[in-house]
C-alpha cells in the first residue's frame, strides 16, 4: 500500500510554537512544511530530525518567519542575539533535504547549520543577511552555483563556509575591477564582494586591496591561476578543493592567512611569482600565525620565483605534512642560497637561547629552474 505524503503549513507562535503543533502528527510522513510566524531552538531540533536519516522532510518554506529565539555564535565564539536566526547546528547532516526557503529578513546562519545537507540544491540569500558562520554549508556537493546580490549586507563569510560545496560563486559585479595597467574598473561606492570566473573576491576601494576570499571547492577545474591584482589570500580560501592540482599565485600576492590551502586531495603544485611572501593571523589576538597549508598529500613540487630566501617566510611552508616528499624548484643561480640560508629560532624561555636552523634543507630537494621559460608556458 502506497503511504500518502503530507505537505503541512503551521502559523506559529511563541504561546503555540511549531513543536507544540506537530506533537499529535506523524512527522515521518511529512515531506514539505511551510512555517509562518516564530521559530525557536526546539522547533530548529524537530526540523533538523524530519529531516534526517530516519525522516522524510525534503522542501522547507521558512519564507515568513518573521521572529527566532535562538542565539548564533560570532567570529570571537560569543553567542549573539539577532532578532531572525537559523539556530547553529540547526539541519546539520539533513541528508533529506532538498530544497529550503530562508526567511526573507534573515539577519545570520549559525555554524555549521546545513553542515553535511548533501542532497541540498541551491539556496537564495536574502538581502538583510549579514552572517553566513564557520561551516555553515561544509560537505553540502549539489549546492552548485551560490548567488551573493550585490545589495547584500554581507558583513562576513566565515571561516570554511562552503568547503566541500559551491562549484561556483556569482555576484552582480562579475568582472575584474582593475585593468592590465592596474587602473580600477570599478566606480561604485566602498566596494565589497564581487565575483571572477566563480571565485569569490572582497575588493576595499579605499586601499585598492583585493582579497581572494573563497575558491568553490567542487569546481571541477586542474588548474587555476590566481589574477593579477589579488594581494590577500584569506582563511579557508583554498579548502577542501576536490579537483584542484595545480595553483599559481601572480606576483602582486605577497600575503596568504593561516588555514588557507588545506585539505585538498589532488593538489600536487604550488607556484609563488612574487619576490617576497608571508604569513597573516587570522584573529588581531592571535600571537602567531602557522598552518598556513596543510593535508594536501599529493604536493610533491613548490616553486618559488623569490631570489632571496630572506624575503621567503618559511613559516608558510613549515607545517607541511609531508615536506620530505616535496621537491623546492628555486631560481637558476639561488639554490646554493636557500641550502645555505639559516633562520634565528629562540627559547619562548630565554630569548638569548637561540639557534640557527638551515630550514629549507627540510625539503626533498632543491632544483633550480628558469622562470622566463615558465613564464613563456603559462606557469
Known amino acids: 500500500m502506497e503511504i500518502k505524503r503530507m505537505k503541512r503549513k503551521f502559523e506559529c507562535t511563541r504561546e503555540n510554537p511549531l513543536h507544540s503543533q506537530l506533537s499529535n502528527l506523524n512527522c515521518s510522513l511529512i515531506q514539505e512544511i511551510t512555517v509562518k510566524g516564530f521559530l525557536c531552538d526546539e522547533d530548529y531540533e524537530l526540523l ?59 539577519e545570520a546562519i549559525g555554524s555549521p547549520t546545513f553542515g553535511g545537507c548533501t542532497n541540498l540544491e541551491g539556496v537564495d540569500f536574502p538581502e538583510s543577511l549579514n552572517s553566513i558562520g ?75 586591496c583585493i582579497e581572494l576570499e573563497k575558491y568553490p571547492s567542487m569546481n571541477d577545474r586542474s588548474t587555476y591561476q590566481i589574477p593579477y591584482g589579488t594581494q590577500i589570500i584569506k582563511y579557508g580560501a583554498f579548502s577542501n578543493c576536490k579537483f584542484l592540482h595545480k595553483l599559481i599565485f601572480p606576483e602582486t600576492c605577497g600575503v596568504i592567512t593561516e588555514g588557507s590551502i588545506c585539505g585538498c586531495p589532488e593538489l600536487e603544485t604550488l607556484v609563488f611569482r612574487r619576490q617576497g611572501l608571508d604569513g597573516e593571523r587570522v584573529h588581531h589576538m592571535d600571537l602567531y600565525w602557522g598552518d598556513v597549508i596543510t593535508n594536501c598529500p599529493k604536493l610533491k613540487d613548490i616553486y618559488l620565483y623569490a631570489e632571496n630566501p630572506e624575503n621567503i617566510a618559511f613559516g608558510v611552508f613549515e607545517k607541511l605534512d609531508n615536506m620530505s616528499e616535496i621537491v623546492l624548484h628555486v631560481p637558476c643561480f639561488c639554490a646554493k642560497k636557500y641550502r645555505d640560508y639559516e633562520e634565528e629560532y629562540c627559547s619562548m624561555y630565554d630569548y638569548n637561547d637561540k639557534k640557527y636552523v638551515k630550514v629549507w634543507r627540510k625539503f626533498k630537494s632543491i632544483e633550480e629552474f628558469d622562470p622566463v621559460d615558465f613564464l613563456e608556458d603559462g606557469i
Open 134 to 208: 564557520s561551516e555553515a554549508f561544509l560537505d553540502c556537493p549539489k549546492l552548485g552555483e551560490v548567488y551573493i546580490s550585490k545589495n547584500l549586507s554581507l558583513g562576513e563569510v566565515y571561516s570554511h563556509a562552503f568547503s566541500a560545496s559551491a562549484d561556483s560563486f556569482v555576484c552582480d559585479w562579475d568582472r575584474w575591477p582593475v585593468n592590465k595597467d592596474g587602473e580600477p574598473t570599478y566606480t561604485g561606492d566602498g566596494f565589497g564582494y564581487f565575483s571572477y570566473n566563480g571565485v569569490l573576491f572582497f575588493g576595499f576601494v579605499w586601499d585598492e
Open 48 to 106: 533538523t530530525k524530519m529531516s534526517g536519516e530516519t525522516g522524510n522532510l525534503r522542501i522547507l518554506n521558512l519564507y515568513e518567519v518573521c521572529e527566532t529565539d535562538c542565539q548564533c555564535e560570532n567570529s570571537y565564539g560569543k553567542p549573539e542575539q539577532r532578532k531572525i536566526e537559523v539556530a547553529d547546528n540547526a539541519f546539520e547532516d539533513s541528508i533529506r533535504l532538498e530544497k529550503i526557503i530562508l526567511p526573507a529578513k534573515l
